[in-house]
């Protein structure tokens, strides 16, 4: 047989005849092995130095591009390899330009946007010389997202007997709109992240009912006990609380009424500050916060947190309430001869000294403050030595007032609009004079064939259009 090295060695005791023990093997081992490690410590510690020399990176960003643009306040978080030295607002650049402000904590800057951000945006947040807490090297951080395309949701009446449709589509390309639901008489909705409340009644009855958004699946939501109708329907998404006016059968007066989705889903009366169930005359939610601002039978305008964490703050008495900023900061109500502004946080009552209209006084209707001094608000301009009116809607900002839908034609009206909760959108419904109108519905009675029509207000430029009416997004 063939001796192995192996063998060799065992009988030779090593190669030059000196035998190596144990200790000295356990001693060799020790030397690579601290060598090793020291050859690590050197490497990692010029990666450190690099890194300390080279200023913070970004390791990731947090946006949520659905929720900025329904809701302000919402974030941009920029994470750091470093814990970060303090950062001025003047330090970060939005583009397209929207108003913010800026924290740093440890190693994240948070950029938070005021207001809501638009619709199918490519937005750029770039921080210039950001520095660590411990050295002055400078890098600069950036990141880049993009908001979601607007959905809108719309009613569409039936024809010859067929029932209503709730439909929803793409602004962009919304020629592909799908029907979510159908029902007989359907006066309003509201949508949620996950489903949609339909409101339906037969004249004397009203059905409240939650419908998954593929309208697969519908359960029917309780109402106060007794007959009776819904007479107006709103909801905060944030906290998906709805809340309705309800008017018994054989009553003329309207309580305002609360149904949480979250736990329980019990319907509540919202009380007044003496306790009682509240009569209302009008009302809306502030968006952004689980409050409303409701208009009682005597008149007296009041905040309400439905949270129960504030008691009920009176803002004054007004005719008319003509709505809560998009913004949630305030409201526009009314008295006999002015309009206000009405801070929610102060109570300030503001006058508005609206603008005139191509050189004229308008008679002034249905408003909506899409900024602290901006309003879209329809108006009517006598025609004719005043023997017939046109109908417009306008941007008023309190130095001028910009027309930004015209009527196409003398024969169609107005018959409402809204505007998208982050006000870039304008949604203007419209009739012929001659189109018929059932006005056995509840809420809202419109013509039979009404189209919307969405206009960008920034632009005044058509973006879409469609059959039906009550847009919402």
Not at 202 to 218: C, H, I, K, N, R
Not at 262 to 275: D, E, F, H, L, N
Not at 330 to 347: E, K, M, N, Y
Not at 437 to 450: C, H, L, S
């Amino acid at each position: 047989m063939t001796r192995t090295s192996t063998d060799r060695w065992s009988a030779e005791g090593g190669r030059d005849g000196d035998p190596l023990d144990e200790a000295d093997l356990r001693l060799r081992q020790r030397r690579r092995f601290v060598a090793v490690v020291a050859v690590l410590a050197v490497v990692c510690g010029l990666f450190g130095v690099l890194t300390h020399l080279q200023g913070p990176k970004l390791t990731d960003v947090q946006v949520d591009a659905s929720a900025v643009v329904e809701r302000s306040g919402q974030q941009l978080r920029l994470f750091s390899n470093q814990a970060l030295a303090h950062v001025d607002p003047d330090q970060v650049v939005v583009s397209p330009a929207a108003p913010f402000t800026v924290q740093t904590s440890g190693d994240v800057v948070s950029v938070q946007f005021t207001d809501r951000l638009r619709y199918d945006t490519d937005y750029r947040v770039s921080v210039s010389g950001v520095s660590s807490i411990y050295q002055r090297q400078t890098s600069d951080l950036e990141a880049r997202f993009s908001t979601e395309q607007a959905v809108t949701w719309r009613i569409v009446h039936g024809r010859d007997g067929a029932e209503d449709s709730l439909e929803q589509a793409d602004l962009k390309g919304g020629a592909e709109r799908r029907t979510v639901w159908s029902a007989p008489r359907i006066q309003a909705y509201e949508v949620f992240d996950s489903a949609v409340a339909v409101l339906t009644d037969d004249g004397e009855q009203s059905t409240l009912s939650l419908v998954s958004l593929d309208g697969v699946a519908a359960e029917t939501l309780p109402l106060p006990d007794g007959p009776g109708l819904v007479t107006q329907l709103g909801a905060d998404r944030a906290t998906t609380t709805l809340a309705f006016s309800w008017q018994p059968e054989g009553s003329e007066q309207e309580t305002l009424y609360t149904l949480p989705l979250q736990g329980q889903r019990a319907v509540a009366p919202v009380t007044s500050i003496a306790g009682e169930p509240l009569t209302v005359l009008d009302w809306q939610f502030v968006p952004g916060l689980d409050s409303v601002v409701a208009q009682a039978t005597d008149e007296q305008v009041t905040l309400f947190d439905l949270s129960g964490a504030a008691p009920p703050r009176p803002l004054g008495t007004f005719v008319a309430l003509q709505g809560v900023s998009l913004d949630g900061r305030g409201i526009v109500a009314a008295t006999a001869l002015q309009a206000f502004r009405v801070d929610l946080s102060t109570g300030e009552q503001t006058p508005i000294p609206f603008s005139a209209v191509e050189g004229q006084t308008p008679f002034r209707g249905e408003l909506v403050a899409v900024g602290a001094t901006e309003y879209v608000q329809q108006v009517a301009l006598p025609t004719d030595g005043g023997t017939s009116f046109s109908s417009l809607i306008v941007l008023d900002d309190e130095q001028e007032a910009r027309v930004v839908f015209r009527p196409p034609s003398g024969s169609s009206e107005i018959e409402g609009f809204s505007v998208s909760p982050n006000g870039q959108f304008l949604a203007v419904e419209t009739a012929t004079a001659t189109s018929p109108t059932d006005y056995t519905y509840t809420i809202d009675p419109t013509p039979a064939e009404v189209t919307t029509t969405v206009v960008d207000l920034a632009s005044g430029a058509v973006v879409a259009s469609f059959l039906g009416h009550a847009a919402s997004w």
